[in-house]
């Protein structure tokens, strides 16, 4: 069986190909029949081939994760922008985007069309996360700033790919992340002035003689690495 980004997939049954996937899968592969056409339909259509004739179209729709809405809306309180992208039909993506309270929605996307948009995003926003499951997500997981993979319904070359792989596969845990990451980057950089503040004074004041020598140094080095590993504690809240 191969794998086709953003088309689909062909492979062998009994010596027949069997191929599925979306309409430029049938056109690559040539198939003469012509495709069937559902009227007013909101899916997402799956056809299947068989050699080089496409009898039957399925249609798929994907649920939306039960915990996505409250994710997107906790990143949004925090003001991180919010952006939508996918290879669904565009009226699904619209619809789905809706129900999230998305900034903004990106359809009908294949793999290389995620990259220009994730660049065009770097440009206007800066540093930017992505939020992937799929083959057609690994490309873009990697070009982004934090890709974050779903660990268990997410394929091994997203999962390689990605910067975090969330175990659970709970979208909850990214406003987490986020609020957990800014903490500690916080911590790190108040760290890093407390060590320099006080082995500067307590330096001083030992060259000056004010101060023991020996209570100088002890003091620089056990007594700041025990003021810091107190300050670095506050991430267990």
Known sequence: MKEIPGKGVVG???GCRVAVGNKELMKKIGVSRELTQIENDRHT???????????????????????????????????????????????????????LNMNEVYAELFPEDKLKILAKLKAK???VAMV???INDAPVLAASDVGIAMGTGGVDVALESADIVLVKDELIKIPYLQRL??????????????????????GALG????????????????GVTMLLLLNTLRLTK
């Open 207 to 222: 060259f000056l003689g004010l101060i023991p020598l020996w209570f100088a140094v002890a003091g620089g080095d056990d």
């Open 132 to 134: 992937g499951d799929g």
């Open 12 to 14: 062998y049954v009994a």
């Open 181 to 202: 990451s800014k903490l500690a980057v916080k911590i790190a950089k108040q760290n890093i002035s407390i060590s320099l503040g006080v082995k500067l004074v307590l």
């Open 45 to 99: 259509r799956v056809y299947v081939s068989m050699d080089q004739c496409a009898p039957p179209t399925f249609c798929l729709v994907d649920e939306v994760r039960s915990d996505a809405a409250d994710a997107v809306e906790a990143l949004r309180e925090r003001g991180i922008y919010t952006a939508m992208l996918t290879g669904d039909k565009t009226d699904v993506a619209q619809e789905v985007a809706e129900r």
């Open 125 to 127: 926003h800066g540093l």
